[in-house]
């Protein structure tokens, strides 16, 4: 069994800051692609930004020059660094990840609970 846990959101004046990081646990032989996705009330999910195993990164545009994703590997972590926020920006976040488990080495993608991030004054 793998889990993602996400942990750093809350509530934020435009223009500020929060850094949102997740970990993922469990019998993981290895994680390959992590990624954030986010959720606005009546809106489908979206990716945000995702980042491959060997470090290469991709945002949508909205966020492209703001937001910062990364990850630690040795930690089993991928952390999003998002400046400069917009009220546009409020939604649920969600961490994603693509794991190979001792399970058998089968590969299935996971999702983290989410974390609720609001930009208002």
């Known amino acids: 069994q793998v889990q993602l846990v996400e942990s750093g959101g809350g509530l934020v004046q435009p223009g500020g800051s929060l850094r949102l990081s997740c970990v993922a646990s469990g019998r993981i032989v290895k994680i390959n692609a992590m990624g954030w996705y986010r959720q606005a009330p009546g809106k489908e999910r979206d990716l945000v930004a995702i980042?491959?195993?060997?470090?290469?990164?991709n945002y949508v545009d909205s966020v492209k020059g703001r937001f910062t994703i990364s990850r630690d590997d040795a930690k089993n972590t991928v952390n999003l660094q998002m400046n400069s926020l917009k009220p546009e920006d409020t939604a649920v976040y969600y961490c994603?990840?693509?794991?190979?488990?001792?399970?058998?080495?089968?590969?299935?993608?996971?999702w983290g609970q989410g974390t609720q991030v609001t930009v208002a004054s």
């Open positions: 994603n990840a693509d794991v190979v488990s001792a399970l058998g080495f089968s590969r299935n993608a996971y």
């Open positions: 980042i491959t195993s060997g470090g290469t990164a």
